[in-house]
């Protein structure tokens, strides 16, 4: 066997691994851009009215003042004038109406509406939402809404189904827009990205990776959260987010402990390392005599008859104490 073919084998597969690696380690936690930013300008809006269900089966406000006072202006329209005061209904119920305008959005598209009970109604179930406009907050109507009441699926509170919340419904493609919220994307020279994270690694990462893929300054970061962006002249504006968006970022690993105090939930990495120590607390002490994760201690801790609630205790006290290797967010 030629021992310079051995060498040279044991060469090629080195330089196979070591591309395996850096490969791997790159792409671990890359993400496209468009996962992890957004578009200035690029938003939803959110709309807002009051409206009437009706044909309610007896669920309806017995005596809401301003349910009888709505149908009653209501009734006026066509050509019917009766007071307030004479209205007993309980097949009506006046509600406030809510709905997300997506960007981009043109006039004729549908979207769902919510439907919420202001009043005393106790169900909402087999109404139908009069037509009720929907504005911003400019005042202005952008869509609206009629339709027969969807009930959604059943409330969940414990782990256990239990029964719908009836008061508040959905009509699904209740809400017809009527106004659209114009952009002139294509005529713009420049867009800023805004990461959802706050990162100074993060914005250059960004930066460097789209001017690499453009070979020339397109963008530049800004701070922690923003990138400026300066369209080629060879790409339209939408040509030029298509690409940009779809373009894999490294984006730096971040260990964090979220704790959710009412209902006593700890989620975290297993990869989470929790210095050495001593901890005591309540009738309980753990020793930790080297470098443990976080998941050895709440194992340990709930070998010691720890409840949920005083884990969170006990996490929050390490996190005080800078034994904690990672960011505690706390709900």
């Not at 671990?28 to 851009?33: G, H, R, S, T």
């Not at 907050?137 to 782990?159: E, S």
């Not at 990462?205 to 893929?213: A, S, W, Y």
């Not at 209902?263 to 990869?271: H, I, N, Q």
């Amino acid at each position: 066997m030629n021992p310079f073919l051995d060498k040279f084998e044991k060469f090629l597969a080195i330089i196979f691994f070591s591309m395996l690696y850096v490969f791997i380690s790159t792409n671990l936690f890359a993400q496209k851009i468009k996962d992890i930013s957004n578009i200035i300008g690029v938003r939803s809006n959110q709309l807002i009215g009051y409206g009437l269900v009706v044909g309610l089966n007896g669920t309806g406000d017995s005596s809401s003042k301003f349910t009888s006072q709505t149908l009653s202006n209501l009734l006026k329209h066509v050509n019917v004038t009766i007071n307030p005061n004479d209205i007993k209904a309980k097949n009506v119920a006046a509600v406030m109406v809510t709905a997300t305008l997506p960007p981009f959005a043109r006039e004729g598209d549908k979207i769902d509406v919510t439907v919420s009970s202001i009043g005393d109604a106790t169900s909402l179930q087999g109404g139908v939402l009069l037509l009720t406009p929907l504005k911003g907050v400019d005042g202005k109507i952008y869509a609206l809404a009629q339709g027969p009441i969807t009930m959604g699926g059943f409330n969940l509170r414990g782990g256990k189904k239990q029964k719908h919340f009836t008061t508040t419904v959905k009509v699904l493609n209740g809400a017809t827009v009527e106004r659209a919220v114009v952009w002139d994307l294509y005529h713009q020279k420049r867009a800023t990205l805004s990461l959802k994270r706050s990162d100074f690694n993060l914005a250059v990462n960004v930066q460097n990776t789209i001017n690499n893929f453009f070979h020339q300054q397109v963008a530049i970061a800004t701070d922690p959260r923003t990138v400026i962006l300066r369209k080629p002249k060879n790409l339209t504006m939408p040509e030029f987010l298509a690409e940009v968006q779809n373009l894999n970022v490294n984006v730096p690993h971040t260990n964090i402990i979220v704790i959710d105090e009412r209902t006593g939930t700890v989620v975290a990495g297993g990869d989470i390392i929790v210095n050495p120590g001593v901890i005591v607390y309540g009738n309980f002490t753990i020793k930790i005599k080297k470098p443990t994760s976080i998941l050895e201690l709440t194992t340990d801790l709930k070998k010691s008859n720890a409840t949920p609630q005083d884990i969170i205790a006990i996490i929050e006290n390490l996190r005080a104490a800078n034994s904690i290797n990672a960011k505690v967010v706390i709900n």
